[in-house]
């Protein structure tokens, strides 16, 4: 059955899936019981399933993931909400040297499924600390898994296989993509968790990227194709591990690739993306990987977060500068 609804929806449904078929999976978070949650993603759970199953906590990230993680240990599958992409760092002690750390440190005898849920990213019109882009802090963390859906569909579907996962998630959820309605199949898995998705074809540049990027990343391909050019858009979905299959396929045969990402370039997914692309597929490659990203600066204020963040214009540029090598 196929059902068209916005991506919170969508995650809401996948939450409500994941409840009905495991009573260890709880939530928690701040605001999220009675009140829905910011963005009302868990709006209607409480109600369904009870407050010890949908907690609201004291607005304490640390203590959050720490009970978290404790509940974990005690064969719960906590689902905790992180408000806004810049709050999680209270809790980063927690997740970085603990969560990601545990069932290595008992040599794989304690396993942790928790998944962080964190709304990330621009284009909302908000202040400090509320668009921000922190994924390459956890991709670097060994022992996390990290993944990020751009639809509705995989908003649905990964945020269940997230929860079954026996190891921690950070499960980035593009917010300025919250309302961006879908069609999503409630009885078809389309990939694994941790697949990469070829979303257009084309023969002349690989563009790939992550999150609400995949939606820009079309809008250029759109336009390009106006001029002539045939792009091809990867979705990466996951963050880490990557799969490297569609995205190397793509490249070797276009010949150039951009990578576009919110977040800003220095030490950064894309640079990952880029230099493993331009190691293992260096002869197919007719132009460098390009990127285009955030700048490397604080996040600006919300009147200048159209300069700040990529746009289909940059993307062009891009792949104009790699269509002239």
Not at 215 to 224: E, F, G, I
Request: hydrophobic letters at 45%; charged letters at 20%; a negative charge.
């Amino acid at each position: 059955m196929v059902e068209s609804m916005p991506l919170a929806k969508a995650l809401s449904a996948g939450l409500r899936a994941a409840m009905a078929a495991d009573d260890h999976v709880l939530l928690m978070g701040e605001d999220i019981g009675r009140l829905g949650g910011v963005f009302r993603v868990t709006e209607g759970l409480q109600a369904e399933f009870g407050d010890r199953r949908v907690l609201d906590t004291p607005l304490a990230e640390s203590g959050i993931v720490g009970t978290a993680i404790g509940l974990a240990m005690a064969g719960f599958r906590p689902i905790v909400e992180i408000q806004f992409d810049g709050f999680v760092f209270p809790a980063f002690d927690q997740i970085t040297t603990q969560l990601a750390k545990l069932t290595n440190r008992h040599e794989g005898a304690l396993q942790m499924p928790v998944v962080i849920r964190i709304p990330y990213g621009g284009h909302i019109g908000a202040v400090e600390h509320h668009q921000e882009s922190p994924e390459a802090y956890f991709t670097h963390t060994a022992g996390l898994r990290v993944v990020s859906p751009s639809t509705a569909n995989d908003a649905y579907w990964m945020i269940q296989d997230a929860v079954r996962s026996p190891d921690p998630v950070i499960f980035l959820e593009p917010k300025a993509k919250y309302w961006m309605k879908g069609d999503v199949d409630v009885d078809e898995r389309p990939l694994p968790l941790h697949a990469s998705r070829l979303v257009r074809r084309g023969t002349d540049v690989t563009l790939v990227g992550h999150g609400a990027m995949v939606t820009t990343l079309l809008q250029a391909a759109a336009l390009a194709e106006s001029e002539g050019t045939s792009c091809e858009v990867i979705d990466l979905r996951s963050l880490s591990p990557i799969d490297y299959g569609p995205i190397l396929d793509s490249v070797r045969r276009t010949g150039r690739m951009v990578y576009a990402q919110e977040a800003p370039g220095f030490t950064s997914v894309g640079s990952e993306v880029a230099a493993t692309v331009m190691e293992r597929a260096f002869f197919a490659l007719e132009a460098p990987v390009l990127r285009v990203s955030g700048f490397d600066v604080p996040f600006p204020p919300a009147k200048l977060e159209g300069t700040y963040l990529p746009d289909a214009d940059r993307i062009l540029e891009a792949v104009d500068r790699a269509l002239a090598y």
